[in-house]
């Protein structure tokens, strides 16, 4: 069974807090995820810009749904994409981070996993039976190969993306004048303005703006938990943020932070269904909030030994099925998860693994 981790979150007491929480769609699986509170103004102001409303090429509608799903009503999926780097000349970055939520307005819980970016998988445009690190998706196809990739992977519909340039989060974390974080361990990472500067972090509390925010979020190498530490990194800035834009000063700076957001966003929700859920979760509760997690082994291939996370089989069974069974599908057989199956076509990936060589998993 996967390991389930209880998420914390602190409720907001205060009357003034309650009358402006609204749901900021740009950052809604963010601010789910969270439980945090944003802005209405910041709603009004991006709908009026409405620059980040994306719809994807297959249309609302996800190609494992029989119709299109009824977020209000109905449970849902929501897939959130932080974007390591934008390539020139209109070339797609890789991914850095990809996380998943399913949630259930009815009984308002959710169920979380986060896909570690060198996963071993068959992109979903791949006819060849070959496997790649899973952030290779959005660098050949953007946000539709990668949502058709983790709906292969996972065995699930993805009916809602968030997709997030962390450059975007940098300037937003300045906008509202830095963030708290505590640091778990001293560690240095290269700065991303100037690659021959380092940044120095100590263990403890300690204020970072969004260049030394950014640069605490991608530091992974000296992570003893790697992905997972990172993970859990960039999940603890995300608080942070929310944290720091509940603040007086910055309510009354919504306009400015939300041309930051606007800039660097992209997502499906429409503003009427970001207000709709406000509405749902109002009283949700971190309680109800599970944390999946992944396990597998560390997998080195090839002449430059290029790393790879490979997915235990049989506890990514379990987590499909988990999502699966909270989405309010069937669960799936071991023989069919255990397949590889691609969920929308029936086509059966390759498993082979050719001039390859395993190491013991790094934890």
């Not at 020139?88 to 979380?112: E, F, W, Y």
């Amino acid at each position: 069974m996967a390991q389930r981790v209880k998420v914390r979150v602190r409720k907001k007491k205060s009357k003034k807090k309650r009358m402006i929480k609204r749901i900021l769609v740009l950052f809604l699986l963010l601010i789910i995820c969270m439980g945090g509170f944003a802005v209405y103004k910041i709603v009004n102001t991006l709908q009026a810009a409405d620059k980040t409303y994306d719809e994807l090429n297959r249309g609302e509608k996800s190609n494992l749904r029989d119709a299109v799903i009824d977020i209000k009503k109905k449970p849902f999926s929501v897939l959130f994409v932080g974007i390591e780097d934008y390539a020139t000349k209109g070339d797609h970055g890789r991914s850095d981070s990809l996380i998943v939520a399913t949630i259930n307005p009815q009984d308002k819980t959710m169920k979380m996993v986060s896909i570690p970016r060198d996963t071993r998988v068959q992109l979903a445009s791949d006819t060849t039976g070959s496997k790649e690190k899973i952030n290779a998706a959005f660098a050949k196809g953007g946000k539709d190969e990668t949502i058709e990739t983790v709906e292969q992977f996972l065995h699930i519909p993805i009916d809602k993306y968030a997709t997030v340039d962390f450059d975007g989060f940098k300037d937003v974390i300045d906008e509202v004048g830095g963030i708290d974080i505590d640091v778990p361990f001293d560690f240095n990472e290269k700065s991303d303005v100037k690659k021959s500067k380092k940044i120095y972090f100590k263990k403890g509390n300690m204020h970072l703006n969004g260049e030394e925010a950014l640069a605490y979020a991608r530091m992974r190498k000296q992570d003893p938990r790697g992905d997972f530490g990172r993970n859990d990194r960039q999940k603890q800035i995300l608080r942070a943020m929310i944290d720091q834009m509940a603040k007086p000063n910055n309510i009354a700076n919504v306009d400015n932070i939300a041309k930051e957001v606007s800039d660097h966003i992209k997502t499906n929700f429409r503003i009427t269904e970001g207000l709709a859920l406000q509405q749902i979760y109002s009283g949700f509760k971190g309680d109800d909030t599970e944390t999946l997690s992944i396990k597998g082994t560390d997998l080195y291939l090839g002449p430059n030994r290029t790393y790879y996370f490979e997915p235990d089989t049989t506890n990514l069974a379990n987590v499909q099925n988990e999502l699966r069974t909270h989405l309010k599908l069937p669960a799936e057989s071991s023989t069919e998860t255990d397949s590889q199956t691609n969920p929308s076509s029936g086509e059966t990936g390759t498993n082979d693994t050719p001039n390859s060589s395993t190491s013991t998993p790094g934890q």
